[in-house]
Structure formats: structure tokens, C-alpha cells
């Protein structure tokens, strides 16, 4: 329910046609984390969760632990990794909850409070092969978290991974290197741990580029919603996505003004001649940055510019001609025979894709569609 016309549509079959292409292409026994941290990327953790669970992802990750705590009060019951640093006092919760954390830390299995668990806490290690982010970096490392592993309590440790800086580049070397650094790496646990982990190292990237590659699991993020990791990888056309995240608003104010008039704060644009002007109900408080100024949208198939500054709820279109109150207005999305991508809106503002849907904020109302 929603009074203001502004909402994003969600398509939850692009979501499971993405799936699917990903898994056509991936040899058999890889299976796959469908990653919906960050609200499912902008575009709704649990129906995207669901949507990607029903399409054949076996698992989910997400960054936070809170992430991981609204899944599995949604009700959903297959593996969640936490893919980012909890405090130790939290993980009590993560226990009970049958959560998987991340740890990379001696001080952090020694930190925690194991006594208070209800349920074996599963882990998973990170190491640092080169993203230089979180994680074991060197076999020494490995060895003094593996002794305090086999020390501690009431945890198992169910896997292992790591996570590429560049794998969205068509240079591999870096990518290379840190493929040798893991390789080093897990030589050294196969000496010290004999039971088995699942290993996973490839995000959407590493996954598009090298399908046969990627141990037990993939963690599918950005191409899950339709979006190419990098300019990169789409020139390479391994894989076809189709874009999820859709996003609309309505004139709700159109007028004719008179040439040389300014529009909206500090009168940045004046009017040319007379002009038609509308109003959309969305602004920066929506995530719609100031920065899109200038900017198309689309009208009946039409792109029309974005004048003046982007006000906190408002923004002022320039129209070719009169349209009706109410008309619909697309954002990001299909509109008669052409289309706004987050590509473009990305590129507009100088940023990556991933950026745009996380930026279109909770205040605008998601829409599903199958
Ligand atoms: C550790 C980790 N794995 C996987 C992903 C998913 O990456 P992508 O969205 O590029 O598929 C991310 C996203 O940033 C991540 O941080």
C-alpha cells in the first residue's frame, strides 16, 4: 500500500532466469549461495531469497548478522553464511539460530562464549589471498587459528573460502596470484585438518569467467539480479541477465512556462523558451541523488532531461509537449522501444551498478512482479 506514485518493480522471474543461466554454465555438483545481503541488493532479501531458493540455489549469504536473522525469522531454513565480522558476544544468537559466521581471527575463537550455545556454532574461514579486506593471510596465521579451532568448543568449522579483488578485469594476473596464494594456503590446511569443509572462492565474476573452476559453491551476487559485474565481462556475452529492478514514477504537475524562468533551488537551469515543465514525485531522499541532474528519464519510449537541482522529494522533467497528470514516468527500465539500465545511471554518476539499487532507499515501495 502506497499513496505517492514512485515504487520499484521487482521481477522475481528475471531473478530465476539468472539463476538459470548461471547454473546451465556451471559444472554439476557446484552449487550455489544466492548472495542477498544489503536487502537483496536493494531489491528485497526474502522474496528474493525465496525466488532464488525456488529457481535452485541451495544457500544464502549476507553481510550482517541481522541480515541473517530476518531470513530465518521469514522462515526460511536452509544454510545462511554471514559473510562479515560478528562481535563474539553476538554469536549466541547466531548458534540458536543455526547461522553460519565468518572468523579468520585466533582471538575471535578464543573470544567466544561457547558454553551459552544451544547448538553447535558452524564456521566458515576467510582468507585474504589479495583483497587485503578481512582474512588469514599467511600459513603461520593459518596454523595458530587452526590450533585454537581444535581447542575450542561447541563449533564446527563447515568451510573455507576466499574472495577475488579482480576478477571483473579482463587482466588476470592479480586474479592469477590469488588463485596461487589459495592453492598455497590449502596445501598447508590439507596438512593440518582432515575432516572435510565445502570451499568456495568465486563471486558472480570468477563464476561467468571460470564455471568448471569454482569447488562447491559459487556465491552469486550481482548477475543474480540481472546486472553485469563490470563493462568487462559483459563484452565477453558468456552468460545473458536480465535486469530484476525496475523504476517508476508519475507526472503530478505539468506547466507550460514562459522562456527564461529558473527551476528549483539556486535557479541552476533557466529555460531556453517556453517550455514544458513536470514534476515527479522522487528526490534525494529517495536515494535519487542530486547528482542526476541532467540526467534522462523516459516518457511513452521518450527520454526527456532531468532540470534543475534534485530536490529532497521532487524532481522537474523538461517535456516535449503536454502530457496528462498522472503519465507514467520510468526511471531505470523499459519504456516503449527504449530503456534506462542501472549501467547507465551508474556510469552517469561515476559509480558502479551494484551502487544504484542499494541507493534507491526503503522509503521507495517494492513492487513484486512474476
Ligand atoms: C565475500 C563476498 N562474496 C560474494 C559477493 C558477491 O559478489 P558479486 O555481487 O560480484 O557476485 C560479495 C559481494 O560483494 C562478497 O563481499
Known amino acids: ?206 563464476s561467468i569467467r571460470f564455471p568448471s573452476e569454482m569447488h562447491q559453491y559459487i556465491r552469486f551476487g550481482i548477475a543474480m539480479y540481472g546486472l553485469y559485474p563490470s563493462s568487462d565481462i559483459r563484452a565477453m556475452n558468456k552468460i545473458n541477465l536480465k535486469p530484476a529492478f525496475s523504476l517508476f514514477s508519475r507526472l503530478i504537475h505539468v506547466k507550460k512556462i514562459d522562456e527564461n524562468e529558473a527551476i528549483s533551488y539556486g535557479g541552476t537551469y533557466v529555460t531556453e523558451e517556453s517550455e514544458w515543465i513536470g514534476t515527479i514525485p522522487i528526490g534525494y531522499a529517495d536515494g535519487w541523488t542530486r547528482k542526476l541532474q541532467g540526467m534522462d528519464v523516459l516518457i511513452e519510449g521518450k527520454r526527456m532531461p532531468v532540470v534543475g537541482r534534485i530536490c529532497m522529494d521532487q524532481t522537474m522533467i523538461r517535456l516535449d509537449r503536454e502530457y496528462p497528470l498522472g503519465t507514467k514516468v520510468t526511471l531505470i527500465g523499459k519504456s516503449g522501444n527504449d530503456k534506462i539500465e542501472m549501467d547507465e545511471i551508474a556510469n552517469f554518476i561515476d559509480t558502479i551498478n551494484y551502487e544504484i539499487p542499494c541507493m534507491i532507499s526503503s522509503r521507495v515501495p517494492r513492487v513484486y512482479i512474476k
Open 1 to 206: 500500500m502506497f499513496y505517492r506514485p514512485t515504487w520499484a518493480e521487482v521481477d522475481l522471474d528475471s531473478i530465476a532466469y539468472n539463476i538459470k543461466q548461471m547454473q546451465q554454465e556451471l559444472s554439476p555438483g557446484i552449487n550455489m549461495f544466492a548472495v542477498v545481503k544489503a536487502n537483496g541488493y536493494g531489491h528485497g532479501a526474502v522474496e528474493v531469497a525465496r525466488t532464488a531458493l525456488n529457481a535452485g540455489a541451495n544457500a544464502l549469504a549476507v553481510a550482517l548478522l541481522e541480515e541473517a536473522v530476518e531470513l530465518r525469522q521469514a522462515g526460511i531454513d536452509v544454510t545462511i553464511l554471514v559473510m562479515g565480522w560478528v562481535q563474539p558476544e553476538d554469536t549466541e544468537v547466531a548458534a540458536n539460530y543455526d547461522i553460519t559466521l565468518t572468523f579468520f581471527q585466533k582471538v575471535w575463537i578464543q573470544a567466544l562464549p561457547t558454553q551459552l550455545f544451544s547448538k553447535k556454532l558452524k564456521l566458515h574461514m576467510k582468507w585474504d589471498t589479495g583483497m587485503g579486506r578481512i582474512g588469514i593471510r599467511s600459513k603461520e596465521e593459518l596454523q595458530s587459528v587452526i590450533t585454537a579451532v581444535k581447542s575450542a568448543k561447541n563449533i564446527d568449522l563447515t568451510g573455507l573460502y576466499t574472495h577475488f579483488a579482480t576478477a571483473d578485469q579482463a587482466e588476470l594476473t592479480y586474479f592469477n596470484e590469488q588463485q596461487n596464494r589459495f592453492n598455497d594456503l590449502l596445501a598447508e590446511f590439507n596438512k593440518i585438518w582432515d575432516s572435510s569443509v565445502v570451499i568456495h572462492i568465486g563471486n558472480s565474476a570468477a
